[in-house]
T-cell receptor, first 111, second 115 residues
Framework: QKEVEQNSGPLSVPEGAIASLNCTYSDRGSQSFFWYRQYSGKSPELIMSIYSNGDKEDGRFTAQLNKASQYVSLLIRDSQPSDSATYLCAVNNQAGTALIFGKGTTLSVSS | DTEVTQTPKHLVMGMTNKKSLKCEQHMGHRAMYWYKQKAKKPPELMFVYSYEKLSINESVPSRFSPECPNSSLLNLHLHALQPEDSALYLC??????????????FGSGTRLTVV
């Protein structure tokens, strides 16, 4: 069974700090990697995508990918209380026909 | 239009009822998906439609019956559900069946409660 693993948290950081969320995946053939944010009771919202090794920055968010280690991470700089949510890591399945989601990491940013 | 619209937002149904969930997108996406998400769990894939044809059924019980009337619409027909089927049902779309480069756009979901 191909899997996507995340620490469920909760991860608690003070306002203004850097939050670091991690994800590992088991299928070496995966090509597309995504981070979704999900507020309680709401649907997931795409915040970052990454396809190549290295870093990709978008505003306060940086996604990092290391295919050799099968590791994806998301850094949130200057964390805000509004960032408090569950962050889902998603990876394409082996056939490339659907996304597999991790359990999500719950982030709590305190003011 | 960059939205996926799901109706209803909330649904309470008895175990003998028949109901349908609806999903609509006007982004020209050719693949549409149904996911089920229980509390504190990740979304789990149920069905995938590509060009209006059912491409993937993840061994979902027959009390869930998907339908894709056209490229913009996706329905999920529900019949004789069990209380354990209570969950958030998410519809999503992507540019194509084998094109996940841009990921999914999710609808707002239907919160289903089976009593």
């Amino acid at each position: 069974q191909k899997e996507v693993e995340q620490n469920s948290g909760p991860l608690s950081v003070p306002e203004g700090a850097i939050a670091s969320l991690n994800c590992t995946y088991s299928d070496r053939g995966s090509q597309s990697f995504f981070w979704y944010r999900q507020y309680s009771g709401k649907s997931p919202e795409l915040i970052m995508s990454i396809y190549s090794n290295g870093d990709k920055e978008d505003g306060r968010f940086t996604a990092q990918l290391n295919k050799a280690s099968q590791y994806v991470s998301l850094l949130i700089r200057d964390s805000q209380p509004s960032d408090s949510a569950t962050y889902l890591c998603a990876v394409n399945n082996q056939a490339g026909t659907a996304l597999i989601f991790g359990k999500g990491t719950t982030l709590s940013v305190s003011s | 239009d960059t939205e996926v619209t799901q109706t209803p937002k909330h649904l309470v149904m008895g175990m003998t009822n028949k109901k349908s969930l609806k999903c609509e997108q006007h982004m020209g996406h050719r693949a549409m998906y149904w996911y089920k998400q229980k509390a504190k769990k990740p979304p789990e894939l149920m069905f995938v439609y590509s060009y209006e044809k059912l491409s993937i059924n993840e061994s979902v019980p027959s009390r869930f019956s998907p339908e894709c009337p056209n490229s913009s619409l996706l329905n999920l027909h529900l019949h004789a559900l069990q209380p354990e089927d209570s969950a958030l049902y998410l519809c999503a779309s992507s540019q194509g069946f084998l094109d996940l480069h841009y990921g999914y756009t999710f609808g707002s979901g239907t919160r289903l409660t089976v009593v």
